[in-house]
């Protein structure tokens, strides 16, 4: 059974739970024994008698024997509840550390489901490119071929292998747009700035009617792949919910790294739209997966929006390369992976 909890000025003094309950007895006994000495001195009991032999038919003599009892009871009555007090205590600081635990499992689960899902995006993105981007740009060579041999003999095949031409740029050009959702183009050459440079410059060419401003602050060089992934999957979110609720509003996103060795990455994306009320419960996934993400890293996330008001998220990550491990947020990553071992 774990001790007692300490009251405040027991734990601001530094006292351990029995120092504390032996001076609660001694001040007790002592308090006791100043009554008996002033009792004697005073000749309680025979001034008392004297003030109820009046009323003797009263039985009023007989009252401190009753008020003792009384108060024996009321003691023990106390020291029951106390008891009880003390196990629910226990009990409820079990269930909060088992809350705590799950809640810690629950993280960890998600951050790992994130990273199988982003191995996964990148895994298919490179056999987009490597294989399919292959055999596709051979069947537009042989096209080419087909369509240079047959322009003044065969017209019919000559107008077959345009077309052919046309369908393998199609499906590059298709290909090449999936490639560019699963893993963000310049992101593994150009950083982190780069990337949402051009994921930024993509969405003022599709939605002409709203303005971007993209700020970056401080130094992104030395991001680990997990913190590059979340951070532009966080802009690259906010992007989309401006393309579906404020197409023609202003949007304004800061990306800033703080210096020094407890910094953190923060990334705020506001907008002037028509916002949206928190208060009713929204069936999409968008906010709850930026949040998993964020958490996944040991860090926090939160939004503000009214109707009206536009709407406007933060995210704040740990600068250091951390992970959600078995023991809770700000495990760093190769100590989570030695644990899974």
């Not at 499906?171 to 982190?192: A, Q, S």
């Not at 949402?196 to 991001?223: I, K, M, N, Q, Y």
Request: hydrophobic share 40%.
């Amino acid at each position: 059974m774990p001790p007692d909890p300490l009251p405040p000025s027991a734990a601001r003094n530094g006292a351990s739970p029995h120092s504390t309950v032996r001076r609660d007895l001694a001040c007790v006994a002592l308090i006791t024994a100043v009554a008996a000495a002033l009792c004697a001195i005073f000749d309680f009991g025979e001034l008392f008698y004297r003030w109820t032999r009046s009323a003797e038919r009263f039985q009023l003599d007989e009252l401190p024997p009753t008020l003792f009892v009384l108060a024996s009871g009321l003691a023990w009555f106390a020291w029951r509840r106390y008891r009880e007090s003390q196990r629910e205590l226990i009990r409820g600081r079990a269930l909060e550390e088992e809350a705590e635990r799950l809640l810690a499992d629950n993280r960890r689960l998600a951050s790992q489901g994130i990273d199988t899902q982003e191995n996964e995006r990148r895994h298919l993105a490179r056999e987009l490119h490597d294989e399919l981007g292959q055999y596709l740009n051979a069947i537009s060579l042989d096209a080419a071929r087909i369509r240079d041999l047959s322009a003044e003999r065969e017209p019919e095949i000559h107008r077959v292998s345009l077309t052919l031409m046309q369908s393998a740029h199609h499906v590059y050009r298709e290909i090449g747009g999936m490639i560019r959702k699963l893993r963000p183009i310049g992101l593994d050459e150009f950083g982190l700035p780069g990337a949402l440079e051009h994921c930024v410059e993509g969405w003022r060419e599709r939605l002409p009617g709203a303005s971007f401003t993209l700020t970056v602050e401080g130094d992104f060089s030395a991001l680990t792949d997990a913190q590059n992934i979340t951070l532009y999957r966080l802009v690259q979110e906010g992007l989309t919910n401006v393309s579906k609720f404020a197409r023609n509003a202003r949007v304004e996103i800061y990306l800033v790294r703080t210096v020094g060795e407890a910094g953190e990455i923060v990334v705020t994306m506001a907008d002037d739209g028509p916002g949206v009320d928190l208060s009713i419960p929204r069936k999409g996934l968008g906010l709850i997966g930026m949040r998993e993400r964020v958490e996944a890293l040991g860090g926090e996330f939160h939004i503000a929006s009214q109707p009206a008001g536009g709407f406007l998220f933060c995210a704040r990550v740990p600068a250091q390369a951390s992970r959600v491990g078995p023991n809770g947020p700000g495990v760093p990553a190769g100590a989570a992976a030695n644990s899974e071992k």
